[in-house]
């Protein structure tokens, strides 16, 4: 059975910081491609970040300056480090996996995340 496991989600005030931690087990973690999104209310689901199957690492364009994404592939765990969070930045946020090697998509939970000014 495959899991993402999210955590770290909470409540800060706008200049604060949040590290969300995603844990996947059921399938290989490396080679997928992964990524962090989130969805705030009256918004579509977006993309934060992704690391790409060849390893590359994107952000949004409105993100990229205060987020950094990384992985720790020993403990099989997917890290969205997020400085200077605004109040736009509140909302659920989901990890997403796809398996080249399943070919399936999956998604964490979710995490909620509130900044307030």
């Known amino acids: 059975q495959v899991q993402l496991v999210e955590s770290g989600g909470g409540s800060v005030q706008a200049g604060g910081s949040l590290r969300l931690s995603c844990t996947v087990s059921g399938i290989r973690f490396s080679g997928n491609y992964m990524a962090w999104q989130r969805q705030s209310p009256g918004n579509d689901r977006e993309l934060v970040a992704e690391?790409?199957?060849?390893?590359?690492?994107n952000y949004a364009d409105s993100l990229k300056d205060r987020v950094t994404l990384y992985r720790d592939n020993a403990k099989n765990t997917l890290y969205l480090q997020m400085n200077s969070l605004k109040p736009e930045d509140t909302g659920v946020y989901y990890c997403y996996v796809r398996s080249p090697v399943r070919g399936e998509n999956y998604w964490g939970q979710g995490t909620q995340v509130t900044v307030s000014s």
């Open positions: 690391i790409t199957y060849g390893g590359t690492t």
